[in-house]
């Protein structure tokens, strides 16, 4: 008996090149790199405290951050309390936002709050995050 050679062809390659595929993706690594923002913000540190009551507000108001040392920010300046009353007629604000550190003094947002009232300001807000 008389068996026949059966002969196989492959077709294709038996292994996969990669090289490409990590080519691409370094490029793409690179770009993404080279696109995102690396500028880091300045900014007043501040810790807000939480409550469980928070609202979100999307208005445009006059904001004032109150740091744990009792220094009074407006516009990322620091101010004292007679020359945030003297900005504050300048622009006729309606409406104030307070972000106060959770370890500032009452005294400090009681002084801003106060001020607020002086001016007439009726619609006076209070930084908090919520919590679950």
Known sequence: MKFRK???IESGLKEMDIAPLIDCLFLLLIFFMLTSNFIVMPGINVKLPKAVTSDAINAN???IVITSEDIIYSEGKPVSLKDIEKY???LKVESVFIKADKDASIGAVVGVWDVCKKLGIEKIGIA???ED
């Open 6 to 8: 059966r002969l196989r």
């Open 61 to 63: 108001i006059v904001t």
């Open 88 to 90: 504050m007629r300048g």
């Open 128 to 130: 908090t995050t919520y």
